[in-house]
């Protein structure tokens, strides 16, 4: 009896998460009608964009999820705040960045923006394709005379003048 519960629990999660990541047009253009686990099971492309985790709330009343988005979006997204930090600020911010965030969500496709790279295995041209880079940081496990415990390490792509130039150019 437990095992069917314990299944009972999980095909009834799987609707769930299925249910909450619905695209709204498809909820509003259809009626309610049950789900079965075939149907989850034979296209879980349907349901939308993809769930990356899913995991219950401290008390079980909600299923609670993160879902991937598609690059373009998080471009679009990234555009609009970043326009909002530079009319705020008076100045463009850069974008950190892993090699992972960069690949799956294209950021190479954004224009006049500096990036801040971390890559810890290799050069940043080695694992960037050559895109123009501000800074990198190359590791996260450095170790500085002074310092308490391992800090990141990063360096500037440039001259001491351009570093001195980059940093009269934001007031620093």
Do not use: C
Not at 109 to 136: I, K, N
């Amino acid at each position: 009896m437990t095992a069917h519960i314990r299944h009972l629990s999980l095909v009834l999660r799987a609707a769930i998460i299925a249910a909450m990541t619905l695209p709204p047009a498809l909820v509003s253009a259809q009626p309610a009608q049950p789900l079965t686990m075939h149907q989850i099971m034979a296209d879980p492309d349907w349901i939308g964009g993809g769930v990356e985790q899913a995991w219950w709330s401290w008390d079980g009343t909600q299923a609670l999820y993160l879902r991937k988005r598609d690059g373009a979006t998080i471009r679009d997204e990234a555009r609009v705040f970043l326009d909002i930090l530079e009319q705020h600020y008076g100045q463009r911010p850069l974008i950190y960045t892993t090699v992972d965030f960069f690949e799956d969500t294209e950021l190479w496709r954004l224009q006049g923006v500096e990036f801040w790279l971390r890559s810890v295995a290799d050069h940043p041209h080695g694992v960037y394709d050559g895109t123009a880079w501000s800074f990198w940081q190359y590791t996260s496990t450095g170790l500085i005379p002074g310092v308490q415990g391992k800090v990141d390490i990063n360096v500037f792509a440039g001259s001491k003048a351009a570093w001195a130039d980059w940093l009269a150019r934001r007031g620093l």
